[in-house]
């Protein structure tokens, strides 16, 4: 009788077994658990479940990135870093409506908005600016410097609207601040092309921010760093020098820095990341932390973050102060990683008067702009590399867009945007932000890059470039249809 009964219950667990395998669903699509695919991501080998183990996060890092960036604060460490998809921004008031194209280029007023002059970077832009649009016919660009003050710019802009003027170009001191201001410019009719080191919202009433992608900076200088100076069972000691912590390239340069050296060494070590959002996100949280303490020991990854020197300015002197602040108590720093090449020039001072011999006792890196001072240095080998962010590119790039919308015809315009009609339909639907190229300017390419006469792109004071123009939302999306 037992044994019969035994049979029974045998038979049940059997065809239990069989109706659940039955009623699963193996080609279901994934849920909101699943990763998204991307280029670095290898596919995930099926792994048997543990039921002891806590429940995988939801998100992948790469929906964490994009929520970080939701946050003005968190995206000051990921500027550069962009979606795989951009909803259309056709429908955003941009002054476009209002444009009326210009018989006579010479009818055509435009105003600078400067946040500030002073430095090689800013005055390149200013010179660039003023050098396009003489080149294009166009009278002097109306320019004027706030010296970094909100207020003043502020008034800049009404004064400029006043005056008349047909479109805005701003280089801003604080875009979300002004973002107020912005709307009632754009609801008077007048288009805003801006540029800056902030990434723009989607919502805000402009054609597009031209700024360069400064974590994408950082990052390609960390990979190059760990392709140079990483060794199995050394630590590098590393100190960063930065001109202020609430700015977009104080913090992404660093930021970059620390997830492409983590994601050289881990495919040097045959430990690679399964994604380039897996180490971006864990840099976020090692800079977040560092920034406040100001010392993150990684020595199981090689690196020790030891010092960070706040120079409270872009130049050479303050750049030099904030590195003598720090390197005076840490002489065995290996590497200083800079924000700006302006700044970098004074750490590279600040080492030779502390007896250190740059290229040989201690390396210097920088995270823009590929001044021509920086390719100097990166041939005399006293600078390991920087990254471009040529100020004659955005500089260009806005008086371009404005040519584009009110006379149209230039040569190098897309085809899209080769009248004024079509150019307000192809600048109407640009991402909020549009992120130059970049590019890592080493001694093994920097004779590529270096301006052979002073005439040559303006007054040779920045690395050569190539042209180039925003792409448009829909091309981006139809680009990037299978990341």
């Given amino acids: 009788m037992k044994k019969r009964i035994s049979l029974v219950i045998a038979l049940i667990m059997v065809l239990t077994m069989v109706f659940a395998a039955c009623t699963a669903t193996p080609d279901a699509p994934a849920g909101d658990s699943a990763a998204p695919a991307t280029p670095d991501a290898p596919a995930a080998a099926d792994e048997p479940a543990d039921a002891d183990a806590p429940a995988?996060?939801?998100?992948?890092?790469y929906d964490q990135i994009m929520k970080l960036l939701e946050n003005p604060e968190s995206a000051l460490a990921l500027n550069g870093i962009q979606p795989k998809e951009y909803a259309s921004r056709a429908s955003v008031p941009k002054g476009l409506d209002a444009i009326t194209p210009k018989a006579d280029v010479k009818d055509l007023k435009v105003a600078w908005a400067a946040s500030q002059l002073g430095?090689?970077?800013?005055?390149?832009?200013r010179d660039a600016a003023q050098g396009e649009a003489k080149a294009l016919g166009m009278n002097p660009i109306d320019l004027r410097s706030a010296d970094l003050s909100l207020e003043t710019q502020n008034q800049q802009i009404e004064d400029f609207v006043t005056s008349g003027i047909d479109a805005l170009l701003l280089n801003a001191v604080d875009l979300h601040a002004q973002a107020q201001i912005i709307k009632e410019v754009s609801d008077k009719g007048i288009p805003i092309v801006v540029?800056?080191?902030?990434?723009?919202?989607?919502?805000?009433?402009?054609?597009?921010?031209?700024?360069?992608?400064?974590?994408?900076?950082?990052f390609i200088g960390g990979v190059y760093s760990a392709e140079k100076l990483y060794k199995a069972g050394e630590v590098l000691k590393v100190g960063f020098v930065v001109a202020k912590l609430e700015d977009a390239d104080s913090n992404s340069r660093p930021c970059g820095?620390?997830?492409?050296?983590?994601?050289?060494?881990?495919?040097?070590?045959?430990?690679?990341?399964?994604?380039?959002?897996?180490?971006?996100l864990e840099a976020f949280n090692i800079w977040t932390a560092f920034k406040s303490d100001r010392k993150y020991d990684l020595?199981?990854?090689?690196?020790?973050?030891?010092?960070?020197?706040?120079?409270?300015?872009?130049?050479?002197?303050?750049?030099?102060?904030?590195t003598a602040d720090q390197l005076t108590g840490n002489p065995d720093t290996n590497l200083i990683v800079v924000e700006m090449d302006s700044m970098g020039y004074g750490a590279i001072q600040e080492c030779k008067q502390q007896g250190k011999t740059p290229g040989e006792d201690i390396f210097i890196i920088t995270g823009g702009n590929a001044a021509r001072q920086a390719l100097d240095y990166i041939k005399s080998g006293e600078m390991m590399a920087t990254a471009t962010n040529i100020p004659f590119i955005p500089a260009t790039t806005l008086v371009d867009v404005v040519y584009d919308l009110f006379v149209g015809g230039r040569a190098s315009a897309p085809d899209a945007a080769n009248t004024p009609e079509k150019a307000a339909a192809y600048y109407n639907d640009l991402p909020a932000t549009s992120f130059m190229p970049t590019m890592l300017i080493t001694k093994e390419n920097v004779d590529k890059y270096y301006p052979t006469a002073?005439?040559?792109?303006?007054?040779?004071?920045?690395?050569?470039?190539?042209?180039?123009t925003p792409i448009s939302i829909p091309d981006y999306n139809a680009l990037h249809a299978n990341d």
């Fill in 195 to 218: 540029t800056g080191p902030t990434a723009s919202k989607p919502e805000y009433q402009i054609i597009s921010a031209i700024i360069s992608g400064s974590n994408e900076s950082g």
């Fill in 454 to 468: 002073p005439e040559t792109q303006f007054d040779g004071t920045f690395a050569l470039y190539d042209p180039w």
């Fill in 299 to 322: 020595s199981e990854k090689g690196l020790n973050l030891a010092w960070l020197g706040v120079g409270e300015g872009l130049d050479v002197a303050k750049g030099q102060q904030a």
């Fill in 119 to 125: 430095s090689e970077f800013f005055e390149g832009l």
């Fill in 56 to 61: 995988a996060s939801a998100e992948s890092s």
């Fill in 257 to 280: 820095w620390i997830a492409g050296y983590l994601y050289k060494v881990a495919e040097i070590e045959g430990t690679p990341y399964a994604s380039k959002y897996d180490a971006i």
